[in-house]
């Protein structure tokens, strides 16, 4: 498993979170709801996080929700990327095939443009591929443009689009 990995910036450290990262990670988490909110406020009510501290501590002890922050030489976390192991089993239609899904990536707005989603999405698909995944999945909402931009630049395509009428 990686536990701490060097990227393309070698200013820039991935690791595993730990419940000491979670007040960071709970700012970072208000970052992207207004994000969201900004781009649909219809349904985002912003500011917010969608965890508690409480529901934090949980998800970073699960080795099936693995969370991952980088950090700057200095320690500063810069952004993090929450992870979900995924598996259907005994569907009639879908087989069984192992995903990580990535539930969250957020890079602080000040951090932006220093490989810091870069470096986290490259040892997301490290991880993957080390733990036997078939394939690593997202969600992205279509009002996040640079997020589309970002992810199609890492080489992701639709798997399937949702869609929708505002009635």
């Given at each position: 498993m990686i536990m701490d990995s060097r990227m393309e910036n070698t200013e820039l450290t991935v690791r595993r979170a730990t419940e000491n990262d979670i007040p960071r990670l709970l700012e970072l988490l208000v970052q992207v709801d207004m994000v969201h909110h900004l781009g649909r406020p219809d349904i985002f009510r912003g500011p917010a996080t969608k965890y508690t501290a409480a529901q934090l501590t949980g998800i970073v002890r699960d080795e099936k929700t693995p969370v991952f922050v980088c950090e700057a030489?200095?320690?500063?976390?810069?952004?993090?990327?929450?992870?979900?192991?995924?598996?259907?089993?005994?569907?009639p239609v879908l087989t069984e095939i192992r995903t990580l899904y990535i539930d969250d990536i957020c890079v602080d707005a000040e951090a932006r443009g220093r490989h810091v989603g870069r470096t986290l999405y490259d040892h997301v698909i490290g991880y993957a591929r080390e733990n036997g995944f078939y394939n690593v999945t997202l969600n992205v909402w279509s009002c996040n443009e640079p997020a589309l931009r970002f992810y199609e630049a890492m080489g992701l395509e639709p798997q399937r689009i949702c869609m929708e009428k505002i009635l």
């Open positions: 030489q200095s320690g500063e976390v810069l952004g993090h990327a929450f992870c979900i192991h995924r598996q259907v089993v005994g569907d």
